[in-house]
Structure formats: structure tokens, C-alpha cells
DNA sequence: CGCCGGCTTTGATATGACTCAATGAACAGT
DNA sequence: ACTGTTCATTGAGTCATATCAAAGCCGGCG
């Protein structure tokens, strides 16, 4: 299949959202509600994947991509987080997005990773190779229409993230990083404000979210805690948020005048 | 065509590059060149772009597609400079990227916008239909997997431009982007450095470099004066730079310890 | 229980980039 | 050539965030 190596050859390493319904990987909460993005995979789909796929379970703090070394895996993530990143010769470091479950993370067959990922907590995934993916291509082609469209949310996500990096201060990407990360854990739809007083889970250290926005730790912390004087937030601990006032943090992130 | 419908649906608004060879769309420049990223488009697929296309000049200024507006429009540019933005409501305004030559502008058949676009010069372009577009699809449906390979260079590079807006410095965005610049008009290949002394051109206004960089104009000049003093560029006029010393702009890029 | 080590918060100071302001250069129209 | 306009450069001072430093908190483990 002299077009199929074409595509494995050209595509580049880069993190998407399968979105894929269950679970050939086992997962239970693969649904296609992740993101709202594309159908769920038929049930054919689903078998071919549970024979050509490989599965493990990583330790909290693995390291299964790395810039610049050879891609060789696709991965379909079933449980836990994993931060996606680059890095400077001098340790600053950017954190260019985040991989949770129904996620996938598509590497070049050829050429370099463009950027590294790390689990965040135990992670559980399928792992693909090269081959098992091109087949995996062929046998579904109605596979790339769906890879297409996650990989265009990925993009507007992208966007979203610059404007943030390059315009924002530092109080505004906080609060818009809580309301897209209450969208990202579908607390609330997409477009939509989470209910006053929602809590939800957050998974990141304060250095991850530091890497994330573009920021120090210290700046977050006194950011968040800005926030939480102003009863906007509340912070049970360090894994949680409450928000309050989801309405007035919608303000701030959006730099209403 | 039910399927073909959904995908409509789904698709986001995003900027990518077909890098259609050629053209039904008139251009003498839209080589598969662009990027190398994919093959260049048959003759049956231009002769049908050709069928579906409609051509238009637009004046420099002009503002083609608006954030939040409804989407309707595909676009593929023959000659002249896009730039795809997003702004705050109080103003601020980054720039997400540029769309030139071969370049794609893809629309959400339904939903809207979610950046702007504008020309910076003169451009030509071919417009799609939402119809026309799927039509086009469902003729060629490889054309998915070329937007697909596409769509996740555009993904690299949109993570390359959050680690250069997350923690780069003034001067490192700018030694960073006149090597990517230097790469986008396909002065040195993908990856490698332009010869010592290379002159390019530079079609944008300091305000649009600072609104791609997260800086402000007058740190933009600062920054180049700077350069040039140190004899690492050449600026003979506003929209021509000469590149003195790759190498040493591609040590301050990367911050090279 | 109590000490240790890592992470977070808070405080004090430094600084890179921004803001405000003036000057300079390029260009269009008269 | 002159004048007005717009954009770029340069300078001076300010401010938001980074950096440096010191507590505070919390979980793990003896």
C-alpha cells in the first residue's frame, strides 16, 4: 500500500482525542461524550483495535515520550492524566496540553518527537505500533475523518492557549484555565459556565499549572489565592477547587470591560 | 450522505495548508513544495477544485472571516499574506498565524468562528461553499488525509509558538521567529538554517509581529535594533531583513547554554 | 508521636517588558 | 518641494511578574 506508507511517513507526532467509545482498550469511560467530538467507534472498529493493541499500566512520573528520540508508539490513553510539553536547553519548560482518558497520542512512524509526555498519576493505555496503526488505517479509513476532526479541536484548543499566553495577565489565565479545565472534565458543556459552587478535581501540581500558563509557582499561588480572598474560589485542597462564582471568573478570564 | 454530513458538522474552523499542487485555483506557486507536507493534488482533483471554485481578489485590509461570526466559507489562497488572529474584548489581539500561498482556510459548516482573518496585502483566493466543500470530500475522499497530515503540522507548530510565548524572552521570540520565517518561505528546509547572509522578505508591520509574539511593538524594534547592533541581522528596509549569522540567532532561539 | 523532606504560601526585592512621550523616517497628496 | 499622516525608533520611568528568601503545611516513616 505504496499511499498508506505515505501517510504514516508524513504524520507528525501529536497529541488528539480518539474519542473512541469503549473500549477495545477497556476502558469504561472512553465515551464519545469526551469532547462531544466525533461518533463513537463501531463495534468493528473496537474489535480490530483489542487485537492489534498492546496494553500497560504506568507508574505516577513515567516518562513515555520524548522530544527528539524516534517515534515509534501510538497510544490510547484509558485512565489517568499525562502532561504534554517542551523543554528549553536550560530547564524552562512549557506544558502545551494535557491527555486524559479517550485521548490519543499519535506519533510520526518516521521522524522525531516534536514534544515529550510524562504520566501525571498511574495510567493505564494501549499501546500501538507503527504497523498495527497503518493496518489499523486501512482496514477503517473513516478513521482519519475522525482523527481530523479531533485534531482540529486540538488546534482551536491551541489557539485558545496562545492568546492566553501571549495577551493575558496573570490573574485571567488562571481563571481561564479553571472554567476550560470545568470544560475539560465536562463539569459543564462546552460554551457554558459550570453551576455556582461546582467542585472539581485537579490533578496538577502547582509547577505543572506554572508550565501551563506561562507562569511562576508563585505567581499561581498568589493568584489563587487573590481569587479565593475575593470569594470567587475555594481551595478544600490542593487536588480541588471549589468555584463560586463561576460568572465572575468568566469576567476576568474574558477581560470583560 | 449522511456521514458526509457529520463530518460537516463537526469540522472546526481552523487554518491549515492543502498544498494543492496547483490549480485549479489559478496559482503558479501552490506546489506540494509548501511544506513538503503532502503529495500534490491530481489532475482529476484540480479539475474538479476548478468546477466547485470560486475565484475572488480581495484589497489589503480586508477583514474575511470574524470571530464568532457564522461560518460559510472554505477558502484556499493563490497569491498574498492572511493573518488569523483572536482578540480580547478590551483590544488585545494575538495573532495565531499567517496564511500564505497554498495555504487553506477551512470554516465550520455550522457553528461559528472561532478566530479572524484578514489580508495584510492583495489576495487572491479560491472560496468554497459549505456545499461545495462537502462535495469535494465526498468526491476525493483521500483529500481528508491530506488535510489530516496538515492539520497536525499545524499543531506543531502552534506548540512551538506556545513555548516560544510561554517562556521565551524578547529577544529569543525574535531570533526564533525570523528562522521560522526564514523556514516558512522555504529559505533553508524544515529543520536546518538559512546561509549566512540570506536576505527575505518580511510583509508585516511591527504591530503584527508584536501581536504574534505577545510583545509590544516598541520591544519588537528595541529587540531588532539590538541585533542588528550586535551584527546578527541586517534591516535595509522595513520589509526585508538580511540574516548575518544563522547560527548565532538559532543560539539565542533556542537558549543555548 | 515527632521529625524530615517536599510542596505551597507569603513576603521583600529586582528586573524585563510595558507605557508614555518625543523624535525620526517613509510615503501620499497637494 | 512641502505638508500631513502613519509607522518605526529611541528614551525615560513604571509596573507586573520573576526571583530570592522565609515560613507554613502535610504526608510518610521511624
Given amino acids: 500500500m505504496t499511499s498508506l506508507k505515505k501517510i504514516t511517513e508524513f504524520r507528525r507526532p501529536v497529541a488528539i482525542n480518539l474519542a473512541s467509545r469503549a473500549s477495545a482498550s477497556g476502558c469504561e469511560d472512553c ?11 463501531t463495534d468493528d472498529e473496537l474489535a480490530f483495535l483489542a487485537r492489534v493493541a498492546q496494553r500497560l499500566t504506568l507508574a505516577a512520573g513515567t516518562a513515555l515520550i520524548e522530544e527528539g528520540e524516534p517515534a ?9 492524566n499525562i502532561r504534554l510539553f517542551k523543554s528549553l536547553p536550560d530547564g524552562r519548560r512549557q506544558i502545551t496540553g494535557f491527555a486524559g482518558p479517550g485521548h490519543f497520542l499519535g506519533l510520526a512512524a ?90 472539581m ?15 511562576t509557582i508563585e505567581t499561581v499561588s498568589r493568584s489563587l489565592s487573590y481569587l479565593k480572598r475575593d470569594g470567587l474560589i475555594e481551595i478544600p485542597n490542593i487536588h480541588e477547587i471549589v468555584l463560586l462564582r463561576p460568572q465572575a471568573l468568566s469576567d476576568i478570564a474574558e477581560a470583560a470591560v
Fill in 31 to 41: 465515551g464519545a461524550r469526551h469532547h462531544g467530538l466525533c461518533d463513537a467507534l
Fill in 72 to 80: 515509534q508508539y501510538f497510544y490510547n490513553i484509558n485512565s489517568g
Fill in 110 to 199: 518516521t521522524g522525531k518527537n516534536v514534544f515529550s509526555a510524562e504520566t501525571m498519576e498511574p495510567v493505564q493505555l494501549c499501546r500501538f505500533s507503527r504497523t498495527a496503526m497503518a493496518s489499523m488505517f486501512e482496514e477503517f479509513p473513516v478513521l482519519e475523518r475522525k482523527l481530523l476532526d479531533v485534531a482540529m479541536h486540538e488546534l482551536v484548543l491551541s489557539q485558545q492557549q496562545m492568546l492566553l499566553l501571549g495577551r493575558k495577565t496573570a490573574i485571567e489565565r488562571i481563571a481561564s484555565f479553571l472554567l476550560s479545565w470545568a470544560e475539560r472534565q465536562e463539569i459543564c458543556a462546552a460554551g457554558t459556565l459550570p453551576k455556582p459552587n461546582t467542585t
Fill in 201 to 215: 478535581k485537579l490533578p496538577l501540581s502547582r509547577t505543572d499549572l506554572a508550565d501551563f500558563l506561562g507562569l
